[in-house]
């Protein structure tokens, strides 16, 4: 059974405006989240990350909001650049190896 | 560049033929990691090696295997492929085990079974 849902499989923005990714998960074990970001022909590249007593990450564009209570977790991208044209993977983990991984989402940013 | 390398990056095999896919890292790092992604799939984690010590993960099938021979390779061994094995298959690493331990991807090997 899937613990780490990404529901919109595809984001279409506009260059220059706001990304937000989204990512829902089950398991209240979990406590490390990650988003990787990957680009065609290539592997997954680790992008940021969020620990569970946080609820916000900030690195340069990207920052990961978290709410425990909800289960979710966001990825923002501001401001939005065609180079971030690429499919964004959260992923989740309960303190161990394991990334419990979703599906994916394509981001594609228009210029 | 330091990286993880995946040879080949497509095969081909047939239904029942065993085939071997093989990962190779210039990190020098303890963990190496297989992950098994299905077509608009989230990648799934099938087994990993910390050092020596092979781990596996409790759904994936006895059809996988994996051998380490050094901390520099390692390779995943499908000893009687089927249909539904057709995935493209990732390997990783990172420095150490747990959550803080970033993985390291290489770009993947992509099997079809005829």
């Known amino acids: 059974d899937q613990q780490v849902k990404q529901n919109s499989p595809s984001l279409s923005v506009q260059e220059g405006r706001i990304s937000i990714l989204n990512c829902d998960y089950t398991?209240?074990?979990?406590?490390?989240f990650l988003w990787y970001k990957k680009y065609p022909a290539e592997g997954p590249t680790f992008l940021i990350s969020?620990?569970?007593?946080?609820d916000k990450n900030e690195d340069g564009r990207f920052t990961v909001f978290l709410n425990k209570s909800a289960k979710h977790l966001s990825l923002h991208i501001v401001p939005s650049q065609p180079g971030d044209s690429a499919v964004y993977f959260c992923a989740a983990t309960n303190s161990g190896y394991a990334l419990n991984f979703g599906k994916g989402t394509s981001l594609l940013v228009t210029p | 560049d330091a990286m993880v390398i995946q040879n080949p990056r497509y095969q081909v095999t047939q239904f029942g033929k065993p085939v071997t896919l093989s990962c190779s890292q210039t990190?020098?790092?303890?963990?190496m990691y297989w992950y098994q992604q299905k077509s608009s799939q989230a990648p799934k984690l099938l087994f990993h090696y910390y050092d020596k010590d092979f781990n596996n993960e409790a759904d994936t099938p006895d059809n996988f295997q994996s051998r380490r021979p050094n901390t520099s390779f390692c390779f995943l061994d499908i000893r009687s492929p089927g249909l539904g094995d057709a995935a493209m298959y990732l390997c990783a690493t990172s420095r150490d085990r747990g959550a803080y331990n970033e993985q390291f991807f290489g770009p993947g090997t992509r099997l079809t079974v005829l």
């Open positions: 990190l020098n790092h303890n963990v």
């Open positions: 969020i620990s569970s007593i946080k």
């Open positions: 398991n209240s074990m979990f406590d490390y």
